[in-house]
């Protein structure tokens, strides 16, 4: 009997359960049948994935000359019309349902992957208030805020993945410090800490207590708390 052909050969494989070694170059393929496969590939990881997906990863689906960027431009105009996108966030991409169809989904009542949405108005605000002084004790909050931040809410956000403890403060005691994580960054939809908006929205909003004193100078500023998440603190 002859040789199966390479097509045969690969449906063989996959009914198997054996698809052989990962081919990310596609050199046999052409220029534009290669790009538009490692465009699926890149858009099929990041809606697989329940967490931004970084260019690193991305970068072990094609090829080694292969623009992550590139692809992900080409995708962004794809879904131009769509009613989700693909947005950078907490230092990766991830798929995101468009603001405007928000009342949609809300009058729809449909469960969603939104971990924000679950949070109090209380809640959220102490973590905003952890991404601005991070990294930054109970005690302190507690100042920013004009009343007792209580251990039970810092328990929560650090359960569900908000907070991380920090270094030990250099105050009398040295009390634990708290600070955000990635998951917040992506959560809330911003790509680095850069991204937090203007504090006195908070203010004006009567969440934080503009006239507490808190050592805002030992605070990290943004880049700061990028580094202290890369390095693993949190």
């Known amino acids: 009997m ?21 081919d990310r170059e596609l050199t046999h393929a052409t220029p534009a ?34 623009s992550v960027d590139l692809l992900i431009d080409d995708l962004r ?22 603001v405007s169809y928000g009342p949609a989904i809300r009058a729809a009542a449909v469960p969603t992957r939104s971990a924000s949405a679950a ?6 605000a102490v973590i905003m208030a952890v991404g601005y002084f991070q990294p930054v004790t109970r005690g302190e909050l507690s100042k920013i805020f004009g009343k007792e931040i209580s251990r039970d809410t810092i328990a929560s ?4 993945g908000f907070l991380a403890s920090g ?5 009398p005691g040295a009390p634990y410090t708290y600070v955000t994580t990635k ?13 937090l908006p203007d504090m006195e929205a908070l203010e004006d909003a009567g969440l934080l207590n503009r006239y507490a004193e808190v050592d805002t100078d030992r605070g ?8 202290l998440i890369e390095d693993g603190e949190v």
């Open 2 to 22: 002859a040789d199966a052909t390479t097509a045969e050969r690969t449906t063989s494989r996959r009914k198997s359960g054996d698809a052989g070694p990962f």
């Open 33 to 66: 049948a290669r790009w538009r496969e490692w465009m699926m590939r890149v858009e099929a990881v990041i809606f697989a994935s329940t967490e931004p997906v970084s260019r690193e990863t991305l970068a072990r689906v094609v090829g080694d000359e292969c």
């Open 77 to 98: 105009e794809e879904l131009r019309d769509r009613p989700y996108e693909i947005v950078s966030v907490a230092g990766g991409f991830q798929h995101r349902t468009r």
């Open 119 to 124: 949070l109090s108005q209380h809640e959220a």
């Open 157 to 160: 956000l650090k359960t569900a």
């Open 167 to 171: 270094p030990r403060s250099p105050t």
């Open 183 to 195: 998951h917040f960054l992506s959560a809330f939809g911003f790509e680095t800490l850069r991204d």
């Open 220 to 227: 990290m500023d943004a880049q700061d708390g990028e580094d």
